[in-house]
């Protein structure tokens, strides 16, 4: 009965890095044609993990990581813009996020800012789940 059990977990565990590295050849979705430059940034650093809606990527879930949903509007009503561009600019492991990587060696302080107006907007529709 053991050894059925380390067959099982070991199939298990295959299966799930199949998955894994599947999912990392298909490419993240295209942002649509008439995009502005912050929506573009999204699209490029992260919808991988946030989804196109802010509401997370099946890509997240698969990779058992639990993005913060961008477009609930109460959650979202209780950061700052600068809490929003300090996680954004330096990751998540100075405030015990460390899952939120950080993104200030690829996008400059105005981007940040633009990027935190976007990510405003997907939380405008007032979702609050």
Not at 25 to 46: E, H, M, T
């Given at each position: 009965?053991?050894r059925?059990?380390?067959l099982?977990?070991?199939t298990?565990?295959?299966?799930?890095?199949n998955?894994?590295?599947?999912?990392?050849?298909?490419?993240?979705p295209a942002?649509p044609?008439n995009?502005?430059?912050?929506?573009r940034?999204?699209y490029l650093?992260?919808?991988?993990c946030?989804?196109?809606?802010?509401?997370?990527s099946?890509?997240?879930?698969?990779?058992?990581?639990q993005?913060?949903?961008?477009?609930?509007?109460?959650?979202m009503?209780?950061?700052?813009?600068?809490?929003?561009f300090?996680?954004?600019?330096?990751?998540?492991?100075?405030?015990?996020k460390?899952?939120?990587?950080?993104?200030?060696?690829?996008l400059?302080?105005?981007?940040?800012?633009e990027?935190?107006?976007?990510?405003r907007?997907?939380s405008?529709?007032?979702?609050s789940p």
């Amino acid at each position: 009965m053991r050894r059925r059990g380390l067959l099982v977990l070991a199939t298990l565990g295959v299966v799930a890095v199949n998955m894994i590295v599947v999912a990392h050849f298909i490419p993240d979705p295209a942002p649509p044609p008439n995009a502005s430059p912050a929506q573009r940034v999204y699209y490029l650093r992260c919808v991988t993990c946030h989804g196109t809606v802010g509401t997370g990527s099946w890509r997240a879930t698969l990779s058992l990581i639990q993005p913060g949903n961008l477009a609930n509007s109460r959650r979202m009503a209780g950061f700052s813009d600068q809490y929003l561009f300090d996680i954004i600019k330096l990751g998540g492991s100075p405030i015990g996020k460390p899952g939120m990587p950080s993104f200030g060696s690829h996008l400059s302080d105005a981007e940040i800012r633009e990027l935190v107006a976007y990510i405003r907007s997907l939380s405008a529709g007032g979702s609050s789940p």
